[in-house]
């Protein structure tokens, strides 16, 4: 099975004060299987970045099947799944929240991490 790469990127010019030199992608299409990297209120396109990356690997927000939010603090918690809440509503996702000391920026506060099914029968 060939697995399609979606915006490819090296971390030496995304972070360029960690020092690091690492080849990474914003999404992987593996079969029928869309898995995004984590999310954060960093702007791919003054867009949206859940959805334009489901949208790039041919999904959508109703296909999401798996999602995990990372908080830096737990009082950012009901503000975020307001609006995780709103974005998704009738698409049930499996949902697993988690308290973090950290993201990679001191500035990030929210990280959100998607998997998606395409294809297949919702319900």
Known sequence: MTHRRIRPFNTRDTYP???LDNDLCQAVVAGDTVYLRGQVAQDLDTRENVAVL?????????????????????????AVYRVLGERLRGVF???TGVVVVALARPEWVVEVDVTAVTGGARG
């Not at 798996?66 to 950012?76: I, M, P, S």
């Open 17 to 19: 004060e960690q020092a």
């Open 54 to 78: 489901l949208s790039e690997a041919g999904a959508e927000l109703a296909d999401i099947c798996k999602c995990t939010v990372y908080l830096t603090d737990v009082r950012h918690r009901e």
């Open 93 to 95: 996702p499996a949902f």
